[in-house]
């Protein structure tokens, strides 16, 4: 049997936390847990020491999304496979996590991700945004699946994602330095050495953002500087644009059938994403004081 380790990247993990802690004990049954946690002041690593866990503490400054998961990779040298939860992501039963790593049963898979369920406080639009994105039913995908699928060939989510370790560091790893979506660059490493991406829908985690349209502006800023700074990925998959109006299509749809008065707020949030993502690709002609100001993330433009 291959050995396993899970990292997750703390900072004040807040009220769920105990429940985190509970819940991956149970599930990570011999597994290596390790915990890097951004010098939290909530306990958080302290609870985690006390759970049995083994915890990392780093600065807040030198805490980036990429650079901070692949000094993990290294950290755990003695596993095989490395799964990468967030704090917010509560594993559903005991089993979730050996299903998704049963995906390594197949030599030619490089990395697996599960499926993510609302949290039982997610609006209709958080709700919808994880039904379209995780569906119920498992695949499997390589480079031939590009044509059909675009980008959405590299998707994976390390708040619940699992990766063959040697693999992932011989295709050089994450990215040392973006400002989110080092899953999906990992992933696309990953394609380009031939290796397939698992999806397992029997795998889940609940795992979900009740966002204001304000956050739903920054977050697609930082989405859209993602692609401007990472363009081959868009030269190579494909643009997003079009996955975003088969999404739109969808919760207009699904929102009709389960809560018609969030529709207004579904297209302010639509029309924010949009103008968020666009001048995220443009990126590099907006000063930097600006960029802090528009980004989730304000931190990563120092």
């Excluded at 946690?37 to 306990?43: F, L, T």
């Excluded at 985690?48 to 807040?60: H, P, Q």
């Excluded at 000094?71 to 039963?93: E, G, M, N, P, R």
């Excluded at 390589?142 to 044509?147: K, L």
Aim: charged share 25%.
């Amino acid at each position: 049997m291959n050995s396993v380790g899970l990292c997750v990247p703390t900072l004040n993990a807040g009220t769920l936390w105990h429940e985190w802690l509970k819940r991956t004990a149970l599930a990570a049954d011999g597994f290596r847990v390790l915990v890097v946690d951004s010098c939290s002041i909530d306990g958080t690593a302290e609870a985690a020491r006390d759970a049995g866990f083994e915890t990392l503490e780093i600065s807040r400054e030198t805490f980036n999304h990429g650079a901070t998961r692949h000094s993990a990779l290294h950290h755990l040298s003695d596993c095989d496979i490395v799964v990468f939860l967030t704090q917010d992501a509560l594993v559903a039963d005991s089993e979730a996590l050996f299903r998704l790593v049963s995906e390594f049963e197949d030599p030619k898979v490089g990395a697996a991700f599960g499926r993510q369920l609302p949290h039982l406080d997610a609006t209709p639009i958080a709700a919808h945004a994880r039904l379209f994105n995780y569906p119920a039913s498992s695949r499997v995908v390589s480079q031939t699946d590009i044509p059909r699928l675009g980008i959405k060939t590299a998707f994976l989510s390390n708040s619940f994602a699992a990766y063959r370790r040697q693999a992932l560091i011989e295709v050089g790893g994450f990215p040392d330095h973006v400002i989110l979506s080092e899953d999906m660059v990992a992933g696309a490493r990953l394609l380009k050495q031939g290796w397939k991406l698992a999806y397992n829908a029997d795998a889940c985690v609940y795992h979900s953002h009740n966002y204001s349209i304000s956050e739903e502006f920054k977050r697609y800023f930082d989405i859209g500087a993602f692609h401007s700074q990472e363009a081959w990925l868009i030269e190579w998959l494909g643009s997003a644009e079009g996955e975003g109006l088969r999404f739109i299509r969808s919760e207009a749809k699904y929102l009709l059938k389960h809560a018609p008065l969030a529709l207004p707020s579904a297209l302010l949030r639509t029309f924010s994403k949009y103008v968020g993502y666009r001048l995220g690709r443009h990126e590099r002609q907006l000063p930097t004081r600006l960029k802090k100001r528009l980004s989730m993330h304000a931190r990563f433009w120092r």
